[in-house]
């Protein structure tokens, strides 16, 4: 899955410049890749998600989106082990995103 996760991120860094994500770029076929900016709402959601934690608002924006696309393919990239555990426990698929890939500013590894 990891592979896939980095074969995502390059390909949506790709197609930015062929459109604007807001309104929706053509992937290819009738696969279309959009950014939806999206203010969750907590009515009718599990009690344990508070809107005054980050990660529990996107848990509830996540499932906003998909309950307004159902037929589309949605998951969330983090490698935050609570984050996983929270999308896991509403059902929500997510994927580990790819190490980062980290230089070292001094010649050699040593400084």
Not at 10 to 31: P, T, W, Y
């Amino acid at each position: 899955m990891r592979h896939g996760a980095q074969r995502a991120e390059k390909r949506l860094k790709g197609i930015r410049i062929n459109g604007d994500m807001r309104e929706g770029v053509r992937v290819a076929g009738s696969v279309i890749a959009k950014f939806e900016h999206i203010e969750p709402r907590s009515e009718a959601l599990p009690e344990w998600l508070d809107m005054t934690v980050p990660d529990d608002r996107l848990v509830v924006s996540t499932l906003l989106i998909q309950s307004e696309h159902p037929g589309s393919s949605l998951y969330v990239a983090t490698s935050d082990i609570n984050l996983q555990t929270k999308l896991a426990a509403v059902g929500l698929p997510f994927v580990e995103p790819p190490p980062r890939q980290y230089k070292s500013k001094c010649p050699g590894g040593r400084c």
